[in-house]
């Protein structure tokens, strides 16, 4: 008998679920046609635990605390920049609360609520990461950006668009390029990469007469990704470019690069 | 010896009936037709009938507003080159409350140099090569954040910002590598929309009037972005 009860009040939940489910089915199936019930903002409402909540007028610790929400009332969160998240208190009253304090509040079914934070556990495991490199490319300065996509902790695809600034030439470069981490886990962790894509070079004309040609280059590589903090990561690295020019020789170029880049 | 026998054969018999007594009902091992649950009168299901209004649990995401994205108007110095307006537009990610890396891109027009004004002779660039255009990949620092007060009942956020960055100039037919670095100045109109107060120095290498060196470029601007 007992049993049976426990059954019943268990599928609720579940069955709220499934019609949730039903319902964004609905909602999307229609969305070209009609959303206006769906249009209404909600936010979502947490009850204070703590003693109080303190509320700053900015996203930020300097900014200056000018209202305080006692134990019990409960907020409704408006929005998030960064670890900060705007809230609107039972008075109408709005501030910014730390991402710390926050986690200290009940939702309106009594469960504690988990707010995502960046640690070094993303930084082994996050899907995409985005960076700025700059260095030395065979003599030339060198600006890159990077975008990385990771297939699992150990191996990720990246693709690569740089800009090279020599006294001689200038040039482009895009690239895609495997990357393997052998110990994703660690803070300081090395990787090996191996790829190809296409370079630009656009020799200056009032030194060197010559024309602009396109390249395909291949190259490999080594380096170290570095966890700073938070969604930060410092990454520096060499890589051995072989250009397969069209006249008879290939070139070999050497490239060094520091940078940031942060996961997300 | 024997009576473990004796009790053997008493065991054996005892199992085998047990054996057969639940396969007439089938059910040994949920094995056989287990369609019947003892037939009720009412359904037990709902014995009490909870009283008390399920309070609706709702999830809406939380929207996250950690980009930045604007346009900005000012003056810019180019060494040699007279000052003219700059305009440009930035798109910034606010990674941490401290650090955020921004993208900007802009335009100004170099004017002539005192030589070519003086002499009256040919000009040294021509119109197309005056153009100056850069972008700037930055990283950028928030500090001394705080409110600002406008008579007895308005405040506004306030923060300065170091920024510095690498980037590329096209001017005077060729990309230069150019370094820039700077201070800012953010003026919260509302949670989500800035007023930007930024002077920035661009420096690259040009050996465009004989001798190579490094020129200082200087900008200030005006800016509003939108947080999104």
């Known amino acids: ?148 996509f990771s297939l699992n902790p150990h191996i990720s695809i990246e693709a690569w668009g740089s800009q090279i600034l020599g006294n001689f030439s200038n040039g482009w470069m895009t690239s895609v390029n495997i990357v393997q981490e052998t110990w994703p886990d660690w803070r300081i962790s090395p990787f090996f990469t191996l790829g190809t894509g ?67 | 010896m024997e009576s473990r026998f004796r009790l053997l054969f008493l065991v054996l018999p005892v199992f085998a009936l047990g054996l057969g007594g639940c396969a007439a009902t089938k059910n040994l091992f949920g094995r056989g037709n287990n369609s019947a649950p003892p037939p009720t009168a009412e359904d037990p299901g709902q014995v009490i009938d909870p009283d008390v209004e399920r309070r609706e649990i709702k999830e809406p995401k939380i929207d996250s507003e950690n980009f930045e994205v604007g346009a900005y108007v000012g003056i810019m110095a180019v060494e040699d080159f007279e000052s003219n307006i700059v305009y440009g537009a930035r798109l910034a990610y606010h990674v941490t409350e401290g650090f955020f890396v921004e993208g900007t891109i802009g335009q100004t027009d170099a004017g002539l140099t005192s030589f070519e004004r003086l002499s009256g002779g040919a000009p040294i660039l021509s119109d197309s090569d005056r153009t100056f255009t850069y972008y700037n990949l930055n990283l950028g620092y928030n500090i001394l954040p705080g409110e600002v007060f406008f008579g007895e009942g308005r405040a506004y956020n306030t923060n300065l910002y170091l920024i510095a960055g690498l980037g590329s100039t096209r001017f005077a037919g060729d990309d230069r590598f150019t370094v820039n670095f700077g201070v800012g100045y953010r003026f919260l109109l509302s949670d989500s929309i800035a007023l930007h107060l930024d002077f920035r120095d661009h420096l690259f290498d040009i050996d465009l009037l004989g001798e190579d060196k490094t020129v200082h470029n200087l900008e200030g601007n005006l800016g509003m972005t939108v947080f999104f």
Not at chain 1, 215 to 243: C, M, N, P, W
């Open chain 1, 198 to 264: 296409i370079i630009r070079t656009e020799p200056k004309s009032t030194i060197v007469q010559g024309e602009d040609r396109t390249d395909q280059v291949a190259h490999v590589g080594a380096g170290l990704r570095i966890y700073a903090t938070r969604r930060f990561i410092l990454r520096a690295e060499y890589k051995s470019y072989v250009v397969f020019t069209s006249r008879d020789d290939n070139e070999e170029v050497e490239e060094w690069k520091v940078g940031f880049a942060f996961f997300f």
């Open chain 1, 1 to 148: 008998m007992s049993e049976r009860n426990i059954t019943t009040i268990r599928s609720t939940p579940r069955l709220t679920r499934v019609s949730r489910a039903l319902l964004l089915l609905l909602v999307m199936s229609q969305v070209l046609t009609a959303e206006p019930a769906y249009a209404k903002a909600e936010y979502r409402s947490v009850s204070v635990a703590d003693p109080y909540l303190e509320m700053r007028t900015g996203p930020g610790i300097g900014y200056p605390k000018f209202h305080v929400v006692d134990r019990g009332d409960s907020v409704d969160i408006l929005k998030r920049r960064t670890d900060w998240f705007l809230v609107r208190a039972e008075n109408g009253k709005e501030g910014w609360v730390n991402r710390d304090q926050l986690q200290r509040t009940l939702q309106p079914d009594g469960q504690e609520i988990e707010f995502a934070a960046a640690t070094q556990a993303d930084f082994t495991n996050a899907r995409w990461e985005a960076g700025v490199l700059a260095g030395d490319f065979g003599g030339a300065n060198i600006i890159s950006m990077y975008g990385s």
